[in-house]
């Protein structure tokens, strides 16, 4: 099963023990919209830490009620922890930032299906937050936004409190098989961290599956510095159904649970019933030509959001593993939604392919986009629409079916003849920043006919060379006396062919405009098209 970090055990933890008002709202004036938010169900928020009295803590802990993904962390400096009493409040911004845990929400938790994440939030040297202690927390996104499974970047939020919670008890409240974490793992969540040298031994605990009991392969305390335990205990096979009756128990000899806390010692509990949440599947098996392989045996849910089918077409081991994205974004593109890591043998010859089939529920699908603009890749190369007869790998890999299955989910079938890593995408809108300098685009440019003139823009950052459209671009005359005054292009380059070229230090594009001397005397208009459906002309007046 693929191994997420993830941790659903806390969501009923943060639920139980710490309870923050909502998000106060944006300023006037500022970004809002969709994606990852503070602002929990029915106004609960986990924004601060779980200590006891006299135990201050250094760190804040944010919790998203969003899966985010993980190749978004914002920079420390977007997150700003005001401490102190209303009007002298000393502002910090944390040293570090990291994803403790993110993946599945179920609804015995009071969630629904979207997911839970958790971020830590280390505060600078000799900075401390207690009990009661007045704090407000700020995220202004800049540079890199925090963005869920569906690449919809968060708004940021102002003046959330922060509170550093109490502990009241001392005892165990859940235990979470979640496919997201490991389907082989059981989780334990305690109320206190624990003295770090009175981990258990895995004999100690009894795990039942199935009305069978199974021996624990290992024990480990994770994240043992977040104000809680999470124990894991490794089982010796993955649990493949939500329906698997799974309970855990607890000897409290030879070695005692101590909380790090208040030094007490945790007593013994019976058999418990745990929650399973299998999220999502990996699949393997030996399979005879013809056969097939799926992750899943229905159609994809927000809980399960996608579902990969394979079909072989030579005898020989295959398996399907899905996962959080891993593989970098492709120039010009966003990767969304979890990626496939398919194994199977190589199909004869593009004229009988192996044919893969990928249902992806519309909760990671990106506003806008659909089943005829999502974007499949292989080993992070786009992979195109077939062209050759139907059911050829022509080319190989290629797109050869795309269909809308109701309520927003999308189908998508590729032929190919090898298989590796999967990846979904789409081209976010490019942002174009406006012509730069020579080039200006409020007014007519003056211009020497014959010149090679740069023309310069950004995009918000590099998007690839394959940015243009075909036969893009384009100029056409315009009438001279419609032009007011323009302004002179001081600079040109030297004659050549035309082209395009980026610069990452100025995160600008130079298309090399070759005019001809034939337009002496004329004006034309300049048009750019990108492959995102946007453009943008200038004018030009080759009167001089």
């Not at 009438?479 to 082209?499: F, H, K, M, R």
């Amino acid at each position: 099963m693929p191994r997420r970090s993830n941790r659903t055990a806390a969501l009923s933890l943060a639920l139980l023990l710490l309870v923050a008002p909502a998000a106060a709202p944006a300023p006037a004036g500022a970004e809002s919209g969709g994606g990852p938010v503070v602002q929990m169900l029915d106004d609960f928020a986990m924004v601060g830490e779980l200590t006891t009295v006299g135990q201050p803590v250094d760190h804040v802990v944010l919790a998203w009620d969003e899966i985010i993904d993980p190749r978004f962390l914002p920079d420390p400096d977007d997150f700003t922890i005001s401490i102190g009493p209303a009007g002298s409040e000393v502002d910090h911004h944390p040293t570090a930032v990291s994803l403790q845990f993110s993946g599945a929400a179920s609804d015995s938790f009071g969630f629904g299906g979207d997911g839970v994440s958790f971020m830590r939030l280390e505060l600078p040297s000799g900075v401390t937050l207690d009990v009661d202690e007045r704090a407000l927390l700020d995220y202004v996104p800049d540079a890199v936004v925090v963005r869920d499974l569906a690449q919809t970047p968060s708004p940021g939020f102002w003046d959330v409190p922060v509170s550093v919670a109490e502990i009241g008890i001392w005892a165990p409240i859940a235990f979470i098989v979640d496919a997201y974490h490991g389907a082989d793992k059981l989780v334990v969540a305690l109320s206190n961290p624990i003295e770090p040298t009175s981990l258990p031994d895995r004999s100690q605990f009894t795990v039942t599956v199935d009305s069978v009991e199974v021996e624990v392969q290992a024990v480990a305390n994770l994240y043992p510095n977040i104000g809680m335990t999470f124990l894991e205990l490794t089982l010796p096979d993955a649990i493949t159904s939500e329906t698997t009756p799974v309970s855990v128990a607890y000897d409290a000899t030879p070695t005692t649970l101590i909380s790090r806390f208040t030094g007490t010692p945790l007593d013994s509990f019976g058999s418990s019933g745990a929650t399973v949440i299998i999220s999502t599947n990996a699949a393997g098996a030996t399979l005879v030509a013809g056969e097939s392989l799926s992750t899943s045996t229905g159609a994809p849910t927000a809980g399960d959001p996608l579902a990969t089918t394979i079909v072989a077409v030579a005898d020989g081991p295959a398996a399907i593993t899905e996962s959080i994205v891993t593989e970098p974004d492709p120039a010009g593109y966003s990767l969304f939604g979890f990626q496939s890591e398919i194994t199977l043998p190589d199909a004869p010859d593009p004229s009988t392919p192996n044919v893969l089939t990928f249902a992806i529920d519309a909760s990671v699908v990106p506003a806008g986009q659909t089943a005829a603009t999502v974007v499949v890749f292989r080993n992070g190369v786009a992979v195109p629409d077939c062209t050759g007869a139907p059911g050829e790998a022509v080319p190989s890999p290629c797109v050869s079916e795309r269909i809308a299955l109701g309520d927003g989910d999308i189908g998508l079938t590729v032929l190919t003849v090898q298989a590796s890593t999967w990846n979904l995408g789409f081209r976010p809108p490019f942002g174009f920043g406006g012509f730069q300098s020579p080039v200006d685009g409020a007014v007519p440019n003056l211009a020497r006919a014959g010149s090679a003139i740069p023309v310069r823009f950004s995009l918000d950052g590099f998007r690839g060379l394959e940015i243009l459209e075909a036969g893009s671009p384009s100029s056409r005359p315009v009438d001279c006396a419609s032009l007011t005054d323009g302004d002179l292009i001081e600079q040109t380059v030297t004659s050549g062919q035309s082209g395009l070229s980026y610069d990452a230090a100025t995160d600008a594009y130079t298309y090399v405009w070759k005019t001809a001397k034939e337009w002496n005397g004329t004006c034309r208009r300049l048009a750019v098209s990108f492959v995102d459906g946007s453009s943008a002309s200038a004018l030009f007046d080759f009167r001089r």
